[in-house]
């Protein structure tokens, strides 16, 4: 079946690093790829819909320059956590939206842990 | 916007059955979603409901009724790994570029007892 891949699964490091994050979908192509952050024991939020050769769609309250976006290729999202902060410390997870599959639309990557020191 | 409900926790015995509900309110629904998520790992789907009705996946049922905003995840023969969280998820047109957007509920954490 369809696979996304995300990496790093896991990642420490000190406050004002910048860090990024890679999905990938393996077998197909996603023109659109969505990133959520999950804080414990709270749900998914979507932060941005990420959509090949074009400009990322942010949701409302995510600030579009601390959180870059690059969906260069149909294979490939980015997500740049630049200058990151102890606030920004979070489960983040993308998704990739798998076209003629109504019924399952998106598959997810295993997440990346982020721990800000 | 969208509202998504769905109880914060429940318990439950092994072998037993649990229904879990969601409602939800929004403009030009498309589909809802049920997922199960283990701490720390990534959303798995477990079932899919566009139509009212039922939906039954071996010990997973969903059932939707679109006229009451309303569904639910029904599980039987409760076994201990189905402790996890249980995510309702709605999918909505909602801009031309993100048809297929899902939002999530709360999740509702589910604890299964011996």
């Known amino acids: 079946g369809a696979v996304v891949s995300q990496h790093p699964s896991w990642v420490i490091c000190k406050s004002g690093t910048s860090v990024k994050i890679e999905c990938r979908s393996l077998?197909?192509?996603?023109?659109?790829m969505f990133w959520y952050r999950q804080f414990p024991k709270q749900s998914l939020m979507l932060m941005a819909t990420?959509?090949?050769?074009?400009?990322?769609?942010?949701e409302q309250g995510v600030e579009k320059d601390k959180f870059l976006i690059n969906h260069a290729s149909l294979t490939l999202s980015t997500l740049t956590v630049t200058s990151a902060h102890p606030e920004d410390s979070s489960f983040y997870i993308c998704?990739?939206?798998?076209?003629?599959?109504?019924?399952?639309?998106?598959?997810f990557g295993d997440g990346t842990r982020l721990s800000i020191l | 916007g969208q509202n998504i409900d769905q109880p914060t926790e429940m318990t439950a015995t092994e072998g037993a059955i649990v229904q879990i509900n969601c409602t939800y309110q929004?403009?030009?629904?498309?589909?809802l979603f049920w997922y199960q998520q283990h701490a720390g790992e990534a959303p798995t789907f477990l079932s899919y409901?566009?139509?009212?009705g039922l939906e039954e996946k071996g010990r997973f049922s969903s059932f939707l009724s679109r006229s009451k905003g309303y569904s639910y995840l029904l599980l039987k023969e409760l076994q201990m790994k189905d402790s996890a969280s249980y995510l309702c998820?709605?999918?909505?047109?909602?801009?031309?570029?993100?048809?297929?957007?899902?939002?999530f509920g709360g999740g509702t954490r589910l604890m299964v007892k011996p």
């Open positions: 998704s990739a939206f798998l076209p003629g599959q109504p019924n399952q639309p998106q598959h």
């Open positions: 077998d197909f192509q996603a023109t659109t």
């Open positions: 990420s959509n090949e050769g074009s400009k990322a769609t942010y």
């Open positions: 929004t403009s030009g629904f498309n589909g």
């Open positions: 409901n566009v139509l009212d």
């Open positions: 998820a709605v999918r909505a047109f909602r801009r031309v570029d993100a048809g297929n957007m899902l939002t």
